[in-house]
């Protein structure tokens, strides 16, 4: 148990619909990562949070948006969602000194 | 963004010594990650190494990190059948953002 939870598991929705998946980072930690997972474009970055602001951006699509609150946790929210947008969303966090990030259990998105 | 590659399968015999290989790009200092992914399972981080760094161990554990070819390893020793997995080589971005750019994942079978 890498402390990074994430919810919820498991989400069926359909296309052109909005989600929000959330994310608990480890205690103490100041930094959110999101990731994607899919099977043909691999693990790849989407966006940083750090203490509440916007890091960096990966490849992040702009129908995707994320935001971190005073608490914390970071939600990502994915809209207009099209069949493609099926994967698995990590999320890590990393303490301040950055060097390890730890991922939670991630939370799998299918779109019919 | 930095190219990081794996080969996609390993087949070892338990109790035989696992080599995962990983090749990446980035020339300037970094530190490099490897993750297990096991099936249904988020990310689990083994172990990093920072790019000045020859090798690190941890118990059956072993990087080696050859900088003049950009080419890193994961040792396995005394491997056994719940170390199967896909285990991930990553590298830290060095531009600011601190994200990892992840390879393919090596899918690791040990045969009992």
């Known amino acids: 148990d890498s402390g990074v939870t994430q919810t919820p598991k498991h989400l069926i929705t359909a296309t052109g619909q909005r989600v929000t998946l959330r994310c608990s980072p480890r205690s103490g930690d100041l930094s959110v990562y999101w990731y994607q997972q899919s099977l043909d474009q691999g693990l790849q970055f989407l966006i940083q949070y750090y203490n509440g602001e916007e890091r960096a951006k990966g490849n992040i699509l702009e129908r995707f948006s994320a935001q971190q609150f005073p608490d914390l946790h970071s939600e990502l929210n994915l809209s207009s969602l099209e069949l493609g947008d099926s994967a698995l969303y990590f999320c890590?966090?990393?303490?301040?000194?950055?060097?390890?990030?730890?991922f939670g259990p991630g939370t799998r998105l299918l779109v019919l | 963004g930095e190219d990081v590659e794996q080969s996609l399968f390993l087949s070892v015999r338990e109790g035989d010594s696992s080599v995962i290989n990983c090749t990446y790009t980035?020339?300037?200092?970094?530190?490099l990650y490897w993750y297990k992914q096991e099936p249904g399972a988020g990310l689990q981080l083994l172990t990093y190494?920072?790019?000045?760094?020859d090798m690190k161990q941890d118990q059956r554990l072993t990087v080696l990190l050859n900088k003049k070819d950009k080419h890193l390893s994961l040792r396995i020793a005394d491997t056994q059948t719940g170390d199967s997995a896909i285990y991930f080589c990553a590298e830290r971005d060095q531009t600011g953002a601190n994200n990892l750019f992840f390879g393919t994942g090596t899918r690791l079978t040990v045969i009992p």
């Open positions: 890590a966090s990393s303490p301040p000194g950055l060097e390890a990030q730890y």
């Open positions: 190494i920072f790019s000045n760094m």
């Open positions: 980035d020339s300037s200092s970094t530190y």
